[in-house]
């Protein structure tokens, strides 16, 4: 896949005060970050191993779409697992890329479980949401940010399960660069803020926001070690502004980004007043919104 663009948008620096450069990794050939990632996964297993010809995962859409796409290249099927209540243009997303789609479970943990379940009955290689080559293959959009946009001062990014934060700080500390990273999660769905700022994993009971990529109620071991070492912030951000910075992006930029990827912009609003004067680089790491939320997004008839 060619290099995602970096833009700052005028309107958007007017509306937000500040300098806003945004990586725009809902322009990817699945409409989120995670592609990269899926690429980077099945090529190291594929390289290691030519008797696979399934891979497995469960997911809320762009692990998910990640891993059907990379399998479509690679000419090997997937099967992927979803809860009941997922998004209905994700899955068919999925679908067009040739996986096939389980609604299994009411939420991601139950739909995880029958994932796994499956995999051991039919041999099937599975696909975690974290891994060290999803962070390899996440980590080069970060890199193209931080080598064609030069003295960022800090780049907020959305924390779903933790690949797209931890390949932010492994770059810039790679390149030596002084680039604050602050991760953005949902108040609804707060546990790496929580386990940030306590120093220990702290899970939460529910994720119950619409930014559904940022709906993670329990932080992987390893991703928590990097961000717990290496971002120098977590910070939250509500619904309702998460749902201002949706529509924030349509009027200014005119591009469409779902909750997770909204979200650090969100942040970057919030911290307008402290940020007066810096360069500011907020990640659009998808624009897979169900058309319904947006909708009424747009409407102002969300709540």
Known sequence: MPPTPQYSWSLLNEAAGNEIWVKHENHTPTGAFKIRGGIVYLNNRLGECCDINDFISATR?????SIAFASRIFGKKAHIFVPECNCPDKNAAMEAFGADVFKSGKSFDEAKANCARHSREHNYHFVPSYHDDLVIGVATYAYEFMKSVENLDVIYVPIGLGSGICAN???RDMLGLKTKIIGVVAEKANAYEQSYKSGKIIPTKTTDTFADGLAVGTPHDEAFEIIKNGADDVIAVSENEIADAIRLYFSTTHNIAEGAGAAPLAAAIKHKNQNKGKKCGVILSGG??????YTNILNHNFH
């Open 169 to 171: 700080i492994l770059v």
């Open 61 to 65: 859409g762009n692990h998910g779409q």
């Open 288 to 293: 897979n919104i169900n058309k319904d939320i």
